[in-house]
């Protein structure tokens, strides 16, 4: 029955995709509340630049995650933002410090630095057809 649901392309697909609109959605919110991105950033005493690549990694990087380009450098860069959110903020509770969610993602990023996109990936695909030429 197990070897019947293995099916690791359609599992990684899941993944990006799902992480991919959640992080498109976090960076396309940060994008349109700029200003109180920044407000945010300031308060972590955090300059606003890194208000802009968080926002852009995000955004980007969650796009480029769904459709399945750069996979492994764009979930380090994820990872990396991941890991920004985890020790600049305060715990918002007590299990594993509060940082649940944060750590979550950090753990489904760097899988998938590890995995990369997938054979249903589409820079897998393009490679596939162009004959290893990307």
């Keep these: 029955m197990l070897q019947k649901i293995h099916r690791p392309d359609i599992g990684l697909l899941i993944i990006r995709v799902i992480l991919g609109v959640m992080f498109a959605w976090h960076g396309y919110q940060k994008l349109t509340g700029l200003e109180d991105t920044i407000e945010f950033f300031s308060k972590l005493s955090l300059p606003a630049h890194v208000a802009y690549v968080v926002t852009i990694i995000e955004l980007v990087g969650g796009i480029l995650l769904i459709l399945g380009f750069f996979v492994p450098l764009v979930s380090l860069l994820l990872a990396t933002v991941m890991v920004g959110a985890i020790v600049s903020t305060e715990p918002k509770g007590t299990i594993l410090f509060g940082h649940e969610y944060e750590i979550v993602l950090l753990c489904i ?22 004959g290893g030429m990307m």
Excluded: E, F, P, Y
């Excluded at 590890?114 to 897998?124: A, C, I, V, Y």
């Design 109 to 130: 990023t760097l899988g998938l630095a590890m995995l990369g996109g997938g054979s249903m990936s589409l820079q897998h695909m393009i490679k596939k057809s162009d």
